[in-house]
Structures are given as structure tokens and as C-alpha cells.
């Protein structure tokens, strides 16, 4: 596990474009590649994670986040 916690905002990139979830967001499942994952918490401070490969869960304000699959 790299990162477990609270966040205000996930942001990546799909092959659709960018993307960003929030707080309440719809459920959303989705496939990343080499592209990076930036986790916002409170006070503004960010987190990145490099991902060669993945997929995004989010499900009941909960997001998860399976790397080099």
C-alpha cells in the first residue's frame, strides 16, 4: 500500500484525457497507463505516485487504486 487516508481530490489522466475525483463522486471504474496519480489533501498538499499501469475503483466515496497490474 503506498497511500491510504482522506482525500479532496484524485487526479490522473485516462485514455479519454484528464481526469479528477471528488468528495461524492459517481462510481467510476477506469484503466490508467503511464501516466502519474496526484492525491490532494486538506491544507492543499499534494501527493504523486508514478503508474506504469492500473485501474481506478470508486464506489460509495471510496476510490481505489490498483497499480502495475
Not at 462510481?27 to 490508467?32: D, V
Not at 492543499?44 to 481506478?56: A, N
Amino acid at each position: 500500500m503506498l497511500w491510504e487516508g482522506d482525500a479532496q481530490a484524485i487526479s490522473s489522466h485516462n485514455v479519454v484525457g484528464p481526469f479528477d475525483i471528488l468528495p461524492m463522486h459517481a462510481s467510476f471504474l477506469t484503466y490508467i497507463e503511464d501516466t502519474e496519480i496526484t492525491v490532494e489533501v486538506e491544507g492543499g498538499q499534494q501527493q504523486r505516485f508514478s503508474c506504469k499501469q492500473g485501474i481506478v475503483h470508486v464506489n460509495n466515496n471510496q476510490v481505489q487504486i490498483y497499480l502495475d497490474l
